[in-house]
T-cell receptor, first 116, second 115 residues
Framework: NAGVMQNPRHLVRRRGQEARLRCSPM?????VYWYRQLPEEGLKFMVYLQKENIIDESGMPKERFSAEFPKEGPSILRIQQVVRGDSAAYFC??????????????FGPGTRLTVT | AQKVTQAQTEISVVEKEDVTLDCVYETRDTTYYLFWYKQPPSGELVFLIR??????QNEISGRYSWNFQKSTSSFNFTITASQVVDSAVYFC????????????FGKGNQVVVIP
């Protein structure tokens, strides 16, 4: 009965490096969501993926950020050329049913990214 | 566009007191879903409750209860007989039926339960 798994839990990157955040959804869940928690902005939706498809990326910054959820393996949120403003907690959530059903999302423990 | 407002930022209560958290939402959809999540000091987000827009029946689940009123667009949450373990940030969230399940969160209420 493993919940949503995220790794690493803490990640430190220097400015200009790449950050890769991983998320394994709960067993039986094929819908993954990424959220970012910034100190002054609160929790914000970034992207919604199903296996091999990006369904909604309306919350993703236009540059440097990308996400994937391959047929096999975890979902990956990638941030290229990180800047200090990317320092935040990144949460992954998963759900068992498709969009429009208001199904609850179950969250992982988050990855705390610190950019130095 | 969906929007959630939690006006209170930090609330302190003495153990065993009740605490009510206010949540006001905005949406153009007629079908939507409301949630409360808890974020304890350890940082994870824990799902607490979910309510559909077409079901205004208020319920009690253990020490948690909620008051959903469509007329005032409010979805308030009450913890009865608070305990120290209830100390956390509580988030109200909204998703719209046509919104790809994306959750819009309020800024959160920091609840501090004093022993």
């Amino acid at each position: 009965n493993a919940g949503v798994m995220q790794n690493p839990r803490h990640l430190v990157r220097r400015r200009g490096q790449e950050a890769r955040l991983r998320c394994s959804p709960m067993k039986g869940h094929s819908h993954v969501y990424w959220y970012r928690q910034l100190p002054e902005e609160g929790l914000k939706f970034m992207v919604y993926l199903q296996k091999e498809n990006i369904i909604d990326e309306s919350g993703m910054p236009k540059e440097r950020f990308s996400a994937e959820f391959p047929k096999e393996g975890p979902s990956i949120l990638r941030i290229q050329q990180v800047v200090r403003g990317d320092s935040a907690a990144y949460f992954c959530a998963s759900s068992p049913r498709p969009r429009g059903t208001g199904v609850e999302q179950y969250f992982g423990p988050g990855t705390r990214l610190t950019v130095t | 566009a969906q929007k959630v407002t939690q006006a209170q930022t930090e609330i302190s209560v003495v153990e065993k007191e009740d605490v009510t958290l206010d949540c006001v939402y905005e949406t153009r959809d007629t079908t939507y879903y409301l949630f409360w999540y808890k974020q304890p000091p350890s940082g994870e987000l824990v799902f607490l409750i979910r309510r559909n827009s077409f079901d205004e029946q208020n319920e009690i689940s253990g020490r948690y209860s909620w008051n959903f009123q469509k007329s005032t667009s409010s979805f308030n949450f009450t913890i009865t007989a608070s305990q120290v373990v209830d100390s956390a940030v509580y988030f109200c969230a909204l998703s719209e039926a046509w919104g790809n399940n994306r959750l819009a969160f309020g800024k959160g209420n920091q609840v501090v339960v004093i022993p």
